[in-house]
């Protein structure tokens, strides 16, 4: 079946822009992560999904990143006002439910803001 | 959360076994070692995971010491495929995984 997708692929900024980066987990994965990857590091948590609730969002970095998930499935973690600190690799990742579930991660979404 | 510890680069040969350690000495009683590997410009995949006994599945081998506080992964027949970065992650009764920077193996002809 399907896994997750992630779009863009690649998304390239200017600074002070607004972004939206979109992630579809796999049909009927409750549960929904992000994650943020810069280079040579391994991926950092951001914010973790329920449902339509976020029920961890202490990952986010400042008021800039936002994220949100209306229906429980699509979700799109929307930053403002980008800085040149935000270049990374964004990674989405769902699992059926939460709590020691399997994560099955999306390809991320490479933001450059220039 | 509790840390891991893993050395930064391994080689191995192909068709070789791959014996990953991981040091999580301030593990908890009920938190679980999880293994996730990452391949240059995918997302990381999961492999195998424990809490105190041996695991094994088509992938991998977990070896969890009888004290908790070290584990190996083992790929019992490395190809040039699995060349990737192997995390090691103590994962609490919270969702998130917490990444370390990882061992990135390198499997050679």
């Known amino acids: 079946g399907a896994g997750v997708s992630q779009t863009p692929s690649n998304k390239v900024t200017e600074k002070g822009k607004y972004v939206e980066l979109r992630c579809d987990p796999i049909?009927?994965?409750?549960?929904l992560y992000w994650y943020r990857q810069s280079l040579g590091q391994g991926p950092e948590f951001l914010i973790y999904?329920?449902?339509?609730?976020?029920?961890?969002d202490s990952g986010l970095p400042n008021d800039r990143f936002f994220a949100v998930r209306p229906e429980g499935s699509v979700s799109t973690l929307k930053i403002q006002r980008t800085e040149r600190g935000d270049s990374a690799v964004y990674l989405c990742?769902?699992?059926?439910?939460?709590?020691?579930?399997?994560?099955?991660f999306g390809p991320g979404t490479r933001l450059t803001v220039l | 959360d509790a840390k891991t510890t893993q050395p930064p680069s391994m080689d191995c040969a192909e068709g070789r076994a791959a014996n990953l350690p991981c040091n999580h000495s301030?593990?908890?009683?009920?938190?679980?070692v999880y293994w996730y590997r990452q391949i240059h410009s995918q997302g990381p995949q999961y492999i195998i995971h424990?809490?105190?006994n041996n695991e094994t599945n088509e992938m991998a081998s977990l070896i969890i010491t009888e004290d908790r506080k070290s584990s190996t992964l083992i790929l019992p027949h490395a190809t040039l495929r699995d060349t990737a970065v192997y995390y090691c992650?103590?994962?609490?009764?919270?969702?998130?995984?917490?990444f370390g920077t990882g061992t990135r193996l390198q499997v050679f002809p």
């Open positions: 049909s009927g994965h409750t549960a």
């Open positions: 999904f329920q449902g339509t609730g976020a029920a961890d």
């Open positions: 301030t593990i908890s009683g009920n938190e679980y």
């Open positions: 424990g809490l105190k």
């Open positions: 990742a769902s699992s059926l439910m939460a709590s020691f579930n399997e994560q099955f």
């Open positions: 992650i103590v994962r609490t009764n919270t969702d998130k995984l917490i």
